[in-house]
Structures are given as C-alpha cells and as structure tokens.
C-alpha cells in the first residue's frame, strides 16, 4: 500500500493513500482537527484525574502525542492504549512535522512512541504510559469496562466500512466504563445509530474547520 506525505491546511503534515483515496487527518488541518475532537471534547470534557485511553488506529501517533502534552498541562495521569495493524513505516514519520508545530521539546517522545516495542508498557513521561497493540480490531479481545474515554479514528465508512459496523462498535461499547465517552470526528447518518441501537447516548457537536459536525456518544 502506497503512502505519501502530504501537508493540510494549517500546515501540519498528514498521510495520504492514493489507492484509498484517503488522508490519515482532515485536510481542512490535522492538528487542529485532532485538538477539536480529541483533546476538547475529549480529554478536556471530562472531570476525572486519571483517564485510560483507547484509540482506534495509532496511524501517525499524532493523537498519542497530543495527550501527552495534555497530560503534562493538565496534570492528568494517562494509560494510553491504541491499536494498529498497519504500521506507517519510520521513514514516513520521520518526514512529519508534529513536533515542529507542536512543540519541539517532544521530539524524542515523538520518536520514541514509534520505535518502543508493540504490546507493552512503555513510560514515556511520570503521568503517561502507551500501550500499542500490533492486531486488527476484529481480532482482539477488548477488555469490558476498562477505559473511560476511546478515540474512534479510523478511516471513514467510505473507505473502511468494516470499521464502523455494528459488530466493531459492539467492542467499543463494551470496553467502556458506565459514563465512559466514545469522541469521532463522523458523523455519518448511519454510524450514529448504530451507536443509538447498542445503547449510546449521542450527541452532535460542532465539527472542526471543513466539517459541519462530529459526534461524541456517551455509555449510560
């Protein structure tokens, strides 16, 4: 699978992926992208100290690398877990520019979230432990009511429909505590009711720069 460098409208880099038609982040921006769904409606939304994280997708670690930062700022301790079964390869990572537009202090982080060893515990900062997971969804267990917040990015129902199938949000349902919040930058007609049919509380929020939407849903 070919993959390319590209960079969004707020100047930070992403990936694209000319046989899917498909960029890792919004065009519109990915840095700004992630900060709205993630980090704001996210992270930020809850009142709780400690947060266990589960992402769907590692992709680029942007979203990783974002909550670390959080993390520091807001003196949260984080356990963050993410799946990936494609892994981008280092040389493509070492072309974005995150760090530059982020924060160049975290460059060795940066590097390292992509270089540490998959299913296991790595310590990047005293409030902030990854977790990558090498598998496919489909295939990994999912602890039940473990995590307090998932970030929900895979590719979009056009180009990975399966991802965003009754059967996967069934996982992520279960993976969640009672009040734990699921955050995506969809909001596809079908993907929020599926939600409503296994229980979630749903709301439509404003969507970042280039999108009129995203959802956030809530486990009773």
Request: hydrophobic share 40%; with cysteine; aromatic share 10%.
């Amino acid at each position: 699978m070919q993959r390319k460098v590209s960079i969004t409208d707020d100047g930070s880099s992403t990936i694209f992926i000319p046989e899917m038609d498909e960029t890792y982040h919004s065009s519109h921006g990915a840095i700004q992208e992630a900060r709205h769904v993630f980090l704001k409606h996210g992270i930020e939304s809850l009142d709780e100290g400690d947060l266990r994280i589960f992402e769907m997708g590692f992709g680029t670690g942007l979203n990783a690398l974002l909550t670390l930062q959080s993390s520091n700022r807001l003196n949260k301790k984080v356990a963050y877990h993410s799946i990936e079964a494609y892994p981008v390869e280092l040389e493509l990572i070492e072309r974005l520019n995150y760090v530059d537009e982020i924060d160049a202090s975290y460059t060795e982080d940066f590097k390292l979230m992509h270089t540490c060893d998959w299913n296991e515990d790595v310590q990047l900062a005293e409030q902030f432990v990854l977790h990558k997971i090498h598998a496919k969804i489909e295939e990994y267990a999912m602890p039940e009511a473990f995590y307090d917040l998932i970030f929900f990015d895979a590719f979009g129902p056009r180009a990975q429909e399966k991802m965003w199938t009754i059967e996967i949000l069934h996982k992520m349902y279960d993976g969640l505590v009672k009040g734990g919040v699921l955050v995506t930058y969809c909001a596809q007609g079908q993907f929020k009711r599926n939600l409503k049919t296994l229980g979630f509380e749903i709301e439509a929020l404003p969507g970042p720069p280039g999108k009129r939407e995203m959802t956030r849903a809530i486990k009773p």
